[in-house]
């Protein structure tokens, strides 16, 4: 299982993008994928992204699960932010890696590292 960063998104819907390829190798894996509905929401608002109604399309093509945040899951991802001085995305993604015991999926090397440093799997780009 990996939970992708909007960063991976990001870098597939462009060709141009520096992490393109790299975004398509992660993409391909039999893992299930994931990714929070706030990651969901940042892809939406990038500026290569034409229409929502096309990301929507495109996360059920590839069958990438969009997992919501409730109530209970508050404190767990206060203590993720808390503990690992992240940004509130970033710390929705090591939150879901953790709660679903999945790997992390991003090009944000300091999200990586305090990923790593939380004993989770990383998958970056084949360059780091």
Do not use: Y
């Amino acid at each position: 299982m990996i939970v992708l960063d909007a960063c991976v998104l990001i870098a597939f819907a462009d060709p141009a993008n520096a992490f393109h390829d790299d975004a398509k190798r992660i993409l391909a894996t039999a893992e299930p994928l994931m990714l929070t509905a706030l990651s969901g929401a940042e892809i939406m608002v990038h500026p290569t992204s034409e229409q929502s109604h096309q990301w929507l399309g495109f996360l059920r093509e590839l069958a990438i699960e969009v997992v919501s945040i409730t109530c209970d899951d508050m404190e767990a991802i206060a203590n993720v932010r808390r503990e690992s001085r992240l940004k509130m995305p970033d710390s929705l993604v090591v939150w879901l890696a953790e709660s679903r015991s999945a790997a992390v999926a991003s090009f944000d090397e300091h999200l990586l590292v305090k990923a790593a440093e939380r004993g989770l799997r990383i998958i970056g780009p084949r360059s780091a």
